[in-house]
Nanobody, 121 residues
Framework: QVQLVESGGGLVQAGGSLRLSCAAS????????VAWFRQAPGKARQFVAT????????FVDSSVKGRFTILRDNAESKGYLQMNSLIPEDTAVYYC??????????????WGQGTQVTVSS
C-alpha cells in the first residue's frame, strides 16, 4: 500500500522558516517526481514546486521562488520543502505528491494527507 506522510507544518511568524518532509512507502520512490502543492482556505489547490526523479530538474512557482527550495533524498525515500522568509500569504495546507514531472495536479498519482502551515503577521 502506497503511503505519503507529510510532517513539519505548524504556526510560524512572518519571516520565519519551516521544513516540510514527505515520507514515502510502498513504492519505488526514486522512480517518481516529487511535488508540493498547497491549498489556502476558499481557494483552489495550486502548484508550489517539483523536482524530477534524478534531482537534475526542478521548478518552483514564481510566488515562492527565492524563498522555497525543493529537495529529495532517494536513499531515504523522502522529499522536502524548505520554506524561508514566510509571509502570511503562504498560509495553506501543503500536500506532497508523487508522479510525472509537471506543474499539473493530474500528472501526480499519489498524494499525502496534507500538513497545515500557518504564518502569522
Amino acid at each position: 500500500q502506497v503511503q505519503l506522510v507529510e510532517s513539519g507544518g505548524g504556526l510560524v511568524q512572518a519571516g520565519g522558516s519551516l521544513r516540510l518532509s514527505c515520507a514515502a512507502s510502498g513504492l519505488t520512490f526514486s522512480r517518481f517526481a516529487v511535488a508540493w502543492f498547497r491549498q489556502a482556505p476558499g481557494k483552489a489547490r495550486q502548484f508550489v514546486a517539483t523536482i524530477n526523479w534524478y534531482n537534475s530538474l526542478e521548478f518552483v512557482d514564481s510566488s515562492v521562488k527565492g524563498r522555497f527550495t525543493i529537495l529529495r533524498d532517494n536513499a531515504e525515500s523522502k522529499g522536502y520543502l524548505q520554506m524561508n522568509s514566510l509571509i502570511p500569504e503562504d498560509t495553506a495546507v501543503y500536500y506532497c505528491a508523487l508522479g510525472t514531472y509537471s506543474t499539473r495536479e493530474r500528472e501526480y498519482n499519489y498524494w499525502g494527507q496534507g500538513t497545515q502551515v500557518t504564518v502569522s503577521s
